[in-house]
């Protein structure tokens, strides 16, 4: 979606055109799989934050643009709500002490985010969703000026004819300790535009792929999914309700949402998707996404994807690359061109932003090392369960966090936290090991990862602690929510993992 996209009004005779390109450029693809036209095998990685911006009470910031206007960074960009940015870091290889320069970069890139942000009386944070958010931040009117939003937020609202509704409760069994006692929380909230899209702020991680490793690595990472989410929760609250321990997940699945209510009665597949089986190739996964969902932006190129390829030349596949962009699988497939070779990466869309560098580079690290281990094993995890049982686990570790309960083949339904601490870290070790990951870098970000169990912290038990222990010193959710910004922030800035956040 990174395209410069102008408002315009679709034809059926345009939707046409666009079937026909896109269908020649899948095709154009599967030749390209086949014969193996992709940039070779090596360990590189790529890397997108989304941050917040607050101004001195903690709510949001309108002012992405401004904040650009004062910034000389080049991989800093607007994002779609206008209290939004993203940091793009290079790519970079894995192998060596790699990983501690992404840590400072990413320091880096937020810093300067925040300097710029400061001088307009603001503050840039990562978080997975903003909790001070109100119901007015989610009108259309608080869509970054772009055209690319602006068209794309109406061809949602047209495909599905009537407002987007929100609706999540907070799971009964995640209520424990000091916030017992109440009815479950609830949010609904009929939305007419794509807004609350933007309060999902992520962190994205890249690995480019060859075609014949790429089935492997995906369904790795489909089968951790749901323990990427557990460990890394950090979007407990939303519009003042306190609902999933990573609410962004449900969230962003109805904020883009394009079926009336009478399609999800038939079964129609929601626009953020999960997947329904186990990859086969990196074709199938284009294929499924062109044979299930229509187009929203039916902008047609005139290149031949075909005369490309006769020419010794990578395609753009520009239709495809485009749909692609418009289907929000949280383990995605992406095609692109860089200096004129064509590149395959799976793009990871589970996590959640924040809270601090170092909480960010080791839920990286833990992916990547487990991953490599997963997808070179003997008997694979996709071997063993179902499909259906990876699903499973990822609304659990969505809703539950460190408290879900996961099914693991050779193991049974283990809490996520004893099943990374009983069975995951060390593959995560092999891992980046198998990578050349340097063992003191290894380590620093997987004992991250292990403290948080240990301790069981994330930055969602942390923001739900905080706020009952305001709340029991008599503020209202809001004022609580206001002061746990505040030391959100502290700690954030201060890059100390979360699991050694104090709570007073």
């Not at 306190?242 to 209510?261: G, H, M």
């Not at 990951?437 to 990862?449: F, G, K, P």
Request: with cysteine; hydrophobic share 45%; net charge negative.
């Amino acid at each position: 979606m990174g395209q410069h996209l102008t408002a315009t009004l679709f034809t059926a005779s345009d939707q046409a055109r666009y079937r026909q390109r896109i269908h020649r450029c899948l095709e154009a693809f599967g030749t390209m799989v086949t014969e193996g036209r992709f940039a070779g095998a090596e360990p590189s990685t790529g890397v997108e934050i989304e941050l917040a911006l607050v101004d001195e009470d903690m709510r949001p910031a309108m002012l992405n643009h401004a904040v650009l206007d004062r910034s000389a960074s080049d991989v800093l960009t607007s994002e779609l709500g206008r209290w939004n940015l993203e940091i793009n870091l290079p790519p970079r290889l894995l192998p060596g002490a790699t990983a501690r320069d992404l840590e400072q970069d990413m320091l880096d890139a937020t810093w300067s985010a925040g300097d710029c942000a400061r001088d307009l009386g603001a503050r840039a944070v990562t978080i997975g969703i903003l909790p001070t958010l109100a119901a007015e931040h989610l009108a259309s009117d608080q869509l970054t000026e772009d055209p690319r939003y602006a068209l794309l937020n109406r061809q949602m609202l047209t495909a599905r004819g009537e407002p987007f509704r929100l609706d999540i409760t907070e799971p009964p069994a995640s209520r424990h300790g000091p916030v017992d006692g109440g009815p479950a929380e609830h949010l609904v909230l009929d939305v007419d535009s794509i807004a609350p899209e933007a309060a999902c702020t992520s962190l994205q991680l890249h690995l480019q792929l060859t075609p014949d490793l790429f089935p492997a690595y995906w369904n790795a990472a489909q089968a951790i999914a749901g323990l990427q989410v557990a460990l890394a929760a950090n979007s407990p609250f939303l519009l003042g309700r306190r609902l999933w321990a990573e609410t962004r997940i449900p969230l962003f699945t109805q904020a883009v949402d394009t079926r009336p209510v009478e399609l999800r009665n038939q079964g129609v597949r929601p626009r953020v998707w999960f997947g329904d089986r186990w990859a086969q190739s990196a074709y199938d996964l284009f294929e499924e996404n062109v044979r299930y969902f229509g187009s929203l932006l039916p902008l047609a190129e005139d290149e031949d994807p075909f005369a490309e390829l006769d020419a010794g030349r990578a395609p753009s596949l520009q239709e495809l690359r485009l749909h692609n962009g418009t289907v929000w699988r949280w383990n995605r497939p992406v095609y692109d061109v860089a200096d004129g070779v064509a590149h395959l990466r799976l793009e990871n869309r589970v996590l959640p932003a924040g809270p601090t560098a170092v909480d960010a580079v080791a839920n990286a690290m833990f992916f990547y090392g487990l991953i490599r281990a997963l997808a070179e094993s003997d008997r694979p995890p996709w071997q063993l369960m179902s499909f259906d049982a990876a699903e499973a686990n990822f609304t659990a570790g969505a809703r539950h966090g460190l408290e879900a309960a996961l099914y693991w083949p050779g193991i049974g339904t283990v809490r996520a936290d004893e099943l990374v601490l009983r069975r995951m870290l060390p593959l995560a070790q092999e891992g980046l090991a198998a990578w050349g990951v340097d063992s003191e870098a290894a380590d620093r970000y997987l004992s991250v990862i292990e403290q948080r169990c240990v301790r069981r912290s994330t930055g969602a038990t942390w923001q739900v602690r905080a706020v009952a222990a305001a709340e029991r010193r008599g503020l209202d959710r809001g004022n609580a929510v206001m002061e746990m910004m505040k030391r959100y922030l502290e700690g954030m800035e201060a890059n100390v993992p979360v699991h050694d956040w104090p709570l007073d």
